[in-house]
């Protein structure tokens, strides 16, 4: 966040600085020409003032009227009419600093105020194309910068996601549990066991997968399909401790989500919700659509937390995946969640509704049929 605010800081610095160079060396071309013209120069500054002031109220607003999602016609409008306002206003200026100067006949050349007031705000508007046009060019540098850098947070951001997520399935205890649950499933149920080891080949290449084709998002019916078989080794695990239900609209199935998302909820709500109570709970996954949006709910009634001692775990999957889906959509997508001491975790994850182009399938990609038990 500080690294973020000093960057801002140089950008602005940057503008103003710019910015006033360019009217020092307008203000001293108007001065020069004065002189050479042999000609009072308190006439020619009296031109300069009120634009230049105008401008710094203009440039101090611009991000007001600099907007990147307005259609081409409507910031066309939008320009058009400030720089209208601006010449009009900045030509008043004009007209009334030089009359209250008595400096208007020497100015004008013996012109009705009216004309000189039309004249100028002709001149004042082709004043107004450069500025507009010098703060288009330094919003440009500025969103293009802006880009680099969320594109260099996300990449780290989805890294860090990942390795988590390959943390969470194969850290010791994990796997440790689960070749335990694997060496008894041989002998007692050999299909259960090739199921479970095909689990656990398929969330590595998932894994392997995404981290060569550096993907920010991949179709819902994939992250479904490895999240399933997280629930399935995580089962080996908990037996009968552990239930899921799946309420999923199947038509969302190529909409497009974070990679590891719906795990990282699911994981949330096993590890801290479930696994700790002695006689475990059950999960309900409820993915739909709401308008334009992709709804992901998962519930569980297991342990819960403080809300608070959840708002000071900085670094962990839900913060992550957070700052992750900020990242990605912005504005347009959330999470939150409700917990209580008791009372279990609920997490709401929605997303804007963009269809996947293709699905993003290969060596390693999960089986593309997903199941809902």
């Known amino acids: 966040m500080i690294i973020s605010e000093n960057r801002n800081q140089r950008r602005d610095r940057s503008f103003w600085i710019l910015f006033s160079a360019g009217w020092v060396v307008y203000s001293g071309l108007m001065v020069l020409t004065a002189l050479l013209e042999e000609q009072a120069v308190l006439p020619r500054v009296a031109t300069v003032l009120p634009p230049l002031v105008f401008s710094v109220l203009i440039a101090a607003n611009r991000r007001l009227f600099l907007r990147p ?3 081409i016609w409507k910031t066309v409008g939008v320009h058009f009419s400030v720089g209208f306002g601006y010449a009009v206003s900045s030509s008043l200026g004009t007209v009334g600093l030089t009359l209250a100067l008595g400096a208007f006949e020497t100015a004008f050349a013996g012109e009705a105020p009216a004309v000189a007031v039309i004249y100028f705000s002709f001149y004042y508007f082709l004043i107004y194309a450069v500025l507009a ?8 540098l500025h969103r293009v910068e802006e880009s680099r850098a969320l594109a260099a947070r996300e990449s780290v951001l989805r890294a860090e996601a990942e390795a988590k997520a390959v943390r ?18 041989v002998r007692a149920d050999p299909k259960a066991a090739e199921r479970a080891i095909e689990d656990v080949a398929s969330l590595i290449r998932y894994a392997s997968m995404l981290e060569r084709r550096d993907q920010d998002v991949v179709p819902l019916g994939e992250e479904l399909e490895i999240a399933q078989r997280y629930i399935g080794l995580e089962s080996l695990r908990l037996s009968d401790r552990l239930a899921v239900e799946w309420h999923i609209d199947s ?17 949330n709500a096993i590890k801290h919700g479930i696994s700790p109570k002695p006689e475990g709970g059950a999960v309900v996954v409820r993915i739909l659509k709401d308008s334009s949006q992709v709804v992901i709910s998962v519930e569980d009634d297991g342990m819960g937390a403080e809300r608070e001692h959840v708002q000071q775990a900085e670094g962990k999957g839900l913060h992550l995946l957070q700052r992750r889906v ?48």
């Open 69 to 71: 999602e307005w259609h």
């Open 133 to 140: 046009g010098f703060m288009m060019w330094a919003e440009s």
């Open 251 to 267: 038509e969302l199935e190529r909409v497009e989500v974070p990679p590891f998302s719906l795990q990282t909820l699911l994981e």
């Open 168 to 185: 969470a399935q194969f850290n010791p205890h994990f796997v440790f549990n689960t070749l335990h649950s694997l060496m008894l499933l």
């Open 326 to 373: 900020s990242t990605l959509f912005g504005d347009a997508a959330s999470l939150t969640w409700e917990t209580s001491p008791g009372g279990g975790f609920s997490a709401l994850l929605r997303l804007p509704v963009s269809e996947a182009r293709e699905a993003v399938r290969g060596e390693g990609s999960p089986d593309p049929t997903w199941r809902v038990p």
